[in-house]
């Protein structure tokens, strides 16, 4: 688990970075950096609990919002076929950017949820905010 937590807080720092340029950057930002501390915490041996069901969960009803927003997933999906959203870096299209946003709450959600069902099954150290 500490191996998967060190990994995913590199990846979120990194993601974090390339979120500068985005549209939306203040928003980005800093969902990638609390994913990034969680994941260095539980590295770390020290868990939030309640940080990670709250966080979890507003991560959760954002994916909501953007599987069925009007440019979402649902939108790739059903209108464009599933096109590839990875063929360049560049977001070219208004569902593109969106089905890539939600497949990054997607990746945080597991990872903050996994170490949210570790901390319960396993005795950790853990901090109750």
Known sequence: MKIFNLVFCLLFIVSAGLQYNDPDPYLWIPIYLIGALISFKAFQGVFFPRLSFLFSGLLFIYSIYLFFDRYGVLTWIVDHQAENIAG?????????EETRE????????????????HLR?????????
């Open 102 to 117: 939600f497949f990054g709450l997607i990746i945080l959600i597991i990872m903050t949820m996994a170490n949210y069902i």
């Open 121 to 129: 099954y396993f005795n950790r150290k853990h901090i109750s905010s």
């Open 88 to 96: 360049s870096m560049k977001a070219t299209t208004p569902w593109i």
